[in-house]
């Protein structure tokens, strides 16, 4: 026999207390749309917001459809996928203070660095259309973290009960930009 985690605390007696948000929470989602424009993939660094949710969502899914935004001349579009602060400038119990749109962790969910995520030459991300959705929730994160909160999966220390954003980082710059759109669905349980 084995048992979860949340399910053996459950079964423990006396019994343990366990977050809402794991347990019966309430499941919630933040859907939108991005039109990219060269200016947007043209240099390192670029940012796209594509989500604002709770510090204390537990992320289920991040699914991301797309049209086709680079034509693949060398080099191909890159990006992380990560979280930056909302718009409310906190201060943390070790005295880090994040300004409004702060990068907190650049690829929290997603790092072109370890071949996992978002190279257009290597996955439907950005360089072949996608209608059919491609979930990015756990490109890098482990499985396990599902019952990670938002700001567990960025780092903090604690949580700063704000709204945080989910956003993609271009790491590489297209060289053939084409304009299009990309949709995410982030689907995420909560209190």
Not at 48 to 69: E, T
Not at 80 to 100: R, W
Not at 124 to 141: Q, S
Request: charged share 20%; glycine share 6%; aromatic share 8%.
């Amino acid at each position: 026999m084995a048992k979860s985690v949340n399910v053996t605390l459950l079964d423990a007696t006396p019994r343990v207390p366990l977050e809402a948000a794991s347990v019966r929470g309430k499941v919630r989602t933040f859907v939108d749309t991005i039109a990219l424009v060269t200016a947007d993939t043209d240099a390192d660094g670029d940012i796209w917001y594509v989500a604002d949710v709770p510090s204390n969502a537990k992320i289920l899914s991040i699914k991301l459809y797309n049209d086709v935004v680079d034509a693949h001349a060398t080099p191909t579009l890159d990006a992380n996928l990560g979280v930056y602060n909302g718009d409310i400038k906190f201060t943390t119990s070790a005295g880090t203070t994040y300004a409004a749109d702060a990068l907190i962790d650049e690829n929290a969910y997603g790092d072109v660095g370890t071949g996992t995520l978002l190279t257009s030459t290597t996955s439907t991300f950005l360089g072949v259309a996608n209608v059919a959705g491609t979930e990015l929730a756990y490109a890098v994160r482990n499985i396990n973290l599902i019952n990670n909160f938002v700001w567990e999966d960025c780092g903090l220390p604690e949580d700063p009960n704000v709204p945080l954003r989910i956003a993609f980082t271009v790491a590489v710059a297209a060289a053939t930009h084409q304009d299009g759109d990309i949709s995410v669905v982030v689907t995420y349980a909560q209190e």
